[in-house]
């Protein structure tokens, strides 16, 4: 079964810690995706990646980075983790032209920053 | 600025009788319209979708509607079933853009 795998599915940080999302897929998708999740906000995209050490800012980085030295695993990284950045992180994969046949999620981290 | 908007932030149908879920866009060209359903503590599912040169694509129970002229997307399941209760997103991308658009979804109750 071909699955999008996000190492936690819960976590709680401190104000100033920096925070690792970590995510991997083994469907060898060339693209890869994190977005946020909020009460009346939807799914907002913070950074892509269409292949190995390349990233794209999405609509919101401010306070993220990102890393993907190896095809299968995008990480997300919070710098400095503050309380506005409590929310649930998704990511998710895609092939190269078939993003318009949809993607395939994780089951999410639920961040909560104290 | 391509957005897409669902209106409706909740949604409340009998066992058995059909749920209509409703998207707005904005300045399409040529696009796919998606949606996604979710469960609570799960990622987003997949279900359907269209291309902006079609009018209906249908899979199912779940029939996805796009009317270009009022440019609005809307997606019918029929007949409704407990296990459709999720909040569901609509979503669009560009062509040969891989980036998916959501909209800020739709919470679905099924009454038994």
Request: proline share 4%; net charge positive; glycine share 8%.
């Amino acid at each position: 079964d071909v699955k999008v795998t996000q190492s936690s599915r819960y976590l709680v940080k401190r104000t100033g810690e920096k925070v690792f999302l970590e995510c991997v897929q083994d469907m060898d998708h060339e693209n890869m995706f994190w977005y946020r999740q909020d009460p009346g906000l939807g799914l907002r995209l913070i950074y892509f990646s269409y292949d190995v050490k390349m990233k794209e800012k999405g609509d919101i980085p401010e306070g993220y980075s990102v890393s993907r030295e190896k095809k299968e695993r995008f990480s997300l990284i919070l710098e400095s983790a503050s309380t506005n950045q409590t929310s649930m992180y998704l990511c998710a994969s895609s092939s190269s032209g078939q993003s318009n046949y949809g993607y395939t999620f994780g089951s999410g981290t639920r961040l909560t920053v104290v | 600025d391509q957005q897409v908007k669902q209106n409706s932030p909740s949604l409340s149908v009998q066992e058995g009788r059909i749920s209509i879920l409703n998207c707005d866009y904005t300045n399409s060209m040529f696009d796919y319209f998606l949606w996604y359903k979710k469960y609570p503590a799960e990622g987003p599912t997949f279900l359907i979708s269209i291309s902006s040169i079609k009018d209906k694509n249908e899979d199912g129970r779940f029939t996805v509607f796009l009317n270009k002229s009022a440019k609005h997307l809307s997606l019918h399941i029929v007949p409704s079933q407990p296990g459709d209760s999720a909040v569901y997103f609509c979503a669009r991308s560009n062509f040969g853009n891989e980036k998916l658009t959501f909209g800020t979804g739709t919470r679905l109750t099924i009454i038994p």
